[in-house]
């Protein structure tokens, strides 16, 4: 860097002094000099990138600033926990300065011919690898969780029998006449089970028209029924255990085991004990949160304590309707029993996360929990943690051009948002203000990862209300260990050993600006809606249980009038947060507004429904007459769910029915089958420009204004003025993607709305901070105008191969720019890495301030300097990007530094027979689950494709 401006500035100040002008030449000279120091002074700032310090210095303090929260965090799975001190520093160091912001330990199976460094899981050493990971996290500002055992899901060798999952066997037999049963449960068991389990007899009942009698103590020790019927007909049910049903999945050394009941409470406690003993004399920093995984306690439908808690929360004895339980006799009467043991099983797992939650927090930490799965209301189970935690399992939909769906790599299953809004709804609606996610799992097949095919993953994330993106994952690998490292079976590889890791600091940066916009202030959701658990609980189904998992979601959700309902208030710009029946009686009316623990929204919609309980209607009639909205859809309940006096509490019903119709005379409560009309009716209006440019958002509320993150996975091209719902006296644009911000063009209209000037291509997203008074200064956005034709960059590219392997193949010269892999050079097709492009070109237009430079097709992120000068990055489509000034008016050089995937250097080990797949367990599968092997797989396109254009730009003015 020269000092002559910095120089010439002191030149001028002292000259006139030194030379001993007269004092009112020196005036003069100092008004003109004071103009030229000012240019000076500029040269100084651009010369020492200063500058761009000053624009970002401006800008910084209209923006939060980043925290490890904000950065994505990381699984980071401990294979048969061999980690050493040398190899954590290594992993951790490579986090860090890659911009991840914390790890999350997940022990795990082991690699074949480690053995020798496995590790007993919550042993001595165990404890103090992680000690030592904690410090070296806080040295590095990194975060840290950990997962409470194994695998998953909870459960180890100190999970005795009496406290581990179990499921209920029901045996039934008919007695059709006075006589002697002589009966073997156990061998009656075995007949219709399909596992060999541990049995156990605790109901023996034989029903009849004169009621249920007690056999229970008829049965010996080895379940053998001797009885003599004094009835003429009659039918036994026999009630046994069985437990244990399940072993810890993927577990670790010395995490091998029973997996503990999800219904107990007193089970819990017993399982904590082995980390309240670890933990005992830790004596170091604690993790930030202990987790636990998605619900997968398979087959669990029991807990040995049931009935006593069946009776004292529901208020009568299930033995007496075990038929009706079980399907036998009336339709409406299973319905209704059914739906209190599934509300009872909903409450106990709820008392599960809770005291887990409470446990976590009495030792300063805070607990992450996945709830989908759990055959539960999963709005009560996410809220019952400190951080919710959703999963993105698959691929989102999307239309963005250039981002075509490969049927081969890709699962059948997509992303839902409405989905994914359960974890967020549940954070907002009870005043967490984390809300996480297990980002990236399954996004493609291995090794064909890109960091623009998880982009659109992270903006549906980001618009659904999280803002705590857990990267799925890294595995932890040694630093000296062949390529491609230890690998993890069912995840994207987004560390140092895949290709994507040489620019995952850029997507890395994207995130953690976009996190930092949505964990800062409020969530801005105008409606609730009402999750009608009750309508899915109240039915004879088949299946005892309904788990409301992500795969099955045909089953519970997308046929529901809900997900009509909440379909239609997304796709006219309404957005929401779903509530459920413990929240609302939790919640009152606000002056005017629904207030639930930490929010407020401005009403309240109920689907359409059949079921809902009269504590939960009686709280939306004293909402009504609080002054709150509420908007039935087509018609009010006209059922109350379960079993115990149900009768007398439809009467009740009724009751409340009858003064909710009054309410509605009163024009107070709202009834009709529009919806979108009623709303409307009562100047709720929605974002209805977003919604009809089909444009993501969420809003964040922050003092003096909200906050929007937009994001465009449309195919259409957003270039137009935009009606904000709010009366804004400045907008500032955000560009998460590269951190530039200006002031937005807008006009206010006499509605008490905003319209704001935007352009945004495909797959791109922008952050609008609005505020509701005028900031004076700075830089308006600057509007570019890409209409003019393109130039193709013609002429002889230099490919140079950079970094990457396995080994580096030799330079080439090319006229045509197409995959890398179609050349016939040497070790080319196996290569994954970086390719530097290199072409030297004429200024097309001399003169021109700004220009679009389009890459064309890129396999799979490109970094961009011309003529020396960094222009940027592009790691996602579509790949362009706008630069000012930097060509000269004579000749230039693009230099394009292009990283593909790992596909084909995976395809040549395999095809190699190299014996990678050295893991136990489950070892390595493809996406369907079947034995991986990618020798034949096509080669995958490499490199830059093109074609390469320049747009000229010039600033739209109006």
Known sequence: ???????????????????????????????????????????????????????????????????????????????????????????????????????????????????????????????????????????????????????????????????????????????????????????????????????????????????????????????????SSSVDSSKIIALLVASPIQEVKRAAPGGQGNVVDPFSVEALNDYLTCFDKAFENFGEKMPDAFYHDSYEYYGADWTRNFLNEFESRRGYNLLDQMPAFLGMGDIEMTSRVRSDYRYTISQLHESFIKRATKWANEKGVVFRNQAHGAPANILDIYASADIPETEAFGSPKQSIPGKSCDTLFTRQESIDPFILKFASSAAHVTGKNLVSSETGTWLTEHFHETLSKLKPEIDLLFISGINHLYLHGIPYSPKNEIWPGWQFYASSNFGPTNTLWYDISFINSYIARSQAILQSGQPDNELLVYFPIWDLWNSASKDKLISLQMHNPQEWLLKSNFYKTVNKLAANGYSFDYISDEQINNSKVDNGEILTEKSKYKALIIPNLHFMPVRTLKKLLEFVVRGGKVFFSDSLPNGVPGFFQYKEREKEEKGVNERLFEQIKKGSLHLGDDIIAMLRNSLIKGESSFADLNIGFIRRKIEGGKYYFLANQTSQRLNNWVKLDGDYKTVIIYDPFSGNSALAKLKNNFDGSTLVYLQLDPGKSLILKCLYNKVDGGEVWNYLDTSDKGYELKGTWEVEFIQGGPILPESYFTSKLQSWTNFNLKEVSSFSGTARYKIRFQNPRPGTKNWILDLGKVCESARIKINGHAIGSLWASPFNISFGDVLTKGENELQVEVTNSAANRIKDLDERKVNWKKFYDINIVNINYKPFNASEWKLSESGLIGPVLLYPAHSIDE
């Open 1 to 227: 860097m020269s000092n002559a401006p910095l120089i010439k500035l002191i030149a001028l100040i002292v000259l006139p002094i030194r030379q001993g002008w007269p004092k009112y030449h020196i005036m003069i000279k100092y008004k003109v000099l004071l103009v030229l120091s000012f240019f000076l002074l500029t040269e100084i700032c651009c010369s020492q990138g200063i500058t761009q310090g000053i624009t970002q210095g401006i800008s910084e303090q209209h923006f939060p600033p980043i925290t490890k929260n904000s950065k994505p965090w990381t699984y980071w799975w401990w294979f048969g926990s061999a980690v050493d001190k040398e190899n954590i520093t290594y992993n951790l160091e490579e986090f860090s300065k890659n911009g991840i912001g914390g790890v999350h330990i997940i022990p795990i199976y082991g690699v074949k011919g480690y053995e020798d460094k496995f590790i007993s899981f919550l042993s001595p050493k165990w404890m103090q690898m992680l000690s030592y990971s904690l410090r070296e996290c806080q040295r590095l500002g990194l975060g840290l969780d950990m997962t409470l055992g194994t695998g998953w899901p909870f459960g180890g060798p100190n999970v005795k029998a009496q406290f581990s999952s179990s499921k209920l066997v029901d045996l039934r037999f008919n007695i059709n006449c006075t006589s002697k049963v002589n009966l073997n449960l156990f061998e009656e068991a075995k007949k219709i089970m399909t596992e060999n389990y541990e049995l156990s007899v605790f109901a023996v009942n034989a029903y009849s028209k004169e009621g249920r009698i007690d056999l229970t103590n008829k049965i010996d020790k080895n379940g053998l029924l001797n009885w």
